[in-house]
């Protein structure tokens, strides 16, 4: 029944939508025990014109449900897999041949991301060596369009405020420095997790509710000469700021999550105020601008997240969706 009726909402939804589809990413992730089929998902994300994919894991049925849709994927790895990618090139080797390799010729695979959030920490020594090693099997192929990243969250920097006095903390430093220079090396963007809604929810009294949305109407930080009217845009260019401390200029960044909850948190996380941030996330991505350190740099990036997932812990974590599982929106955005 679902089935059908996620196929009715398709057809419908297809008929109405008649731009081009966006240039705006979606989180696929699936912790949850009701959530549709691959092949459903994959038709709302075409049903939708949603044009990008973030899966935090080689999934087989995901990747064969993509074969042919033209949706552009950002593939990461498991992170209890990095100790062996990065074990030698015919290890990684290994890896790409058995989850990546079967999938390139009919899906739009335009990143591979070496672990999800592990800068700092005990797996963050192994992040480096497995770009390294998967970056030689794709030159290996010839893959010139897939490109080795990784991600990281907002904790891989020390001080963030101003975005001018930002630097990687000392846990991360050292691991962060040979990884954007690395990404310097072959052109490749960081990817970075970040959530306005936490900095607001812990502490809303010096976190501006409409600098956390993107509603203000003029400048809320003045840092020297760059005004800042976003709290997103001040993150991302504390990491510009960082790199550039290390001596790297020229690595682009990427949001690859960021989202804001429907429930979960009372008055912090109602449907409304959901809706009011990922529309203007989305409307801020296609805008095809950059940040006030960097405007000649694009800024896009992923929504977090597609549907929500029971089986996530109890609270915001299970309701961070654009969806519910039978495929009707939670609220509306696209």
């Known amino acids: 029944m679902i089935l059908l009726l996620l ?49 935090f894991d080689p999934n087989a049925a995901a990747l064969t449900a993509l074969r042919g849709s033209g949706i552009e994927v950002t593939l990461g790895t498991l992170n209890q897999d990095l100790p062996s990618i990065a074990s030698s090139v015919d290890a990684a080797k290994t890896w790409f041949d058995t989850y990546v390799q079967p999938f390139m010729s009919d899906v739009k695979i335009t990143y591979l991301s070496a672990g999800n959030e592990v800068v700092p920490g005990d797996l963050a020594q192994y992040v480096l060596p497995a770009m390294q090693n998967l970056q030689s099997v794709v030159t290996g192929y010839g893959y010139s369009g897939l490109q080795i990243t990784t991600v990281v969250a907002t904790s891989v920097l020390g001080t963030s405020y101003p975005p001018s006095s930002s630097t990687f903390s000392d846990a991360a430093r050292a691991d962060m420095v040979g990884i954007i220079k690395f990404l310097s090396s072959c052109g490749s963007p960081l990817m970075i997790n970040v959530y306005p809604y936490f900095a607001y929810a812990s502490d809303p009294v010096n976190v501006r509710l409409d600098y956390a949305l993107f509603t203000t109407t003029g400048s809320v930080v003045q840092d020297g000469s760059l005004s800042y009217p976003n709290l997103l845009e001040a993150v991302m260019d504390a990491f510009y700021w960082a790199m550039e401390k290390e001596g790297v200029t020229d690595v682009d960044l990427v949001v690859s999550e960021s989202g804001w909850p429907s429930a979960g948190n009372g008055d912090f996380t109602t449907p409304a105020l959901a809706q009011t941030y990922n529309q203007n996330l989305v409307k801020r991505f296609r805008a095809n601008s950059g940040t006030p350190k960097h405007p000649d740099r694009s800024l896009g990036g992923f929504i977090f997240a597609m549907f929500n997932e029971n089986q996530k812990p109890a609270g915001i974590e299970q309701n961070f969706g654009l969806f519910n599982p039978a495929g009707t929106p939670v609220y509306n955005v696209f």
């Open 7 to 55: 196929t009715f909402a398709f057809v419908h939804r297809q008929v109405a939508i008649t731009e081009a589809r966006l240039d705006v990413g979606v989180c696929y992730g699936m912790i949850g025990d009701n959530l549709p089929s691959p092949a459903a998902v994959v038709q709302l994300y075409q049903s939708y014109n949603i044009g990008k994919m973030r899966l």
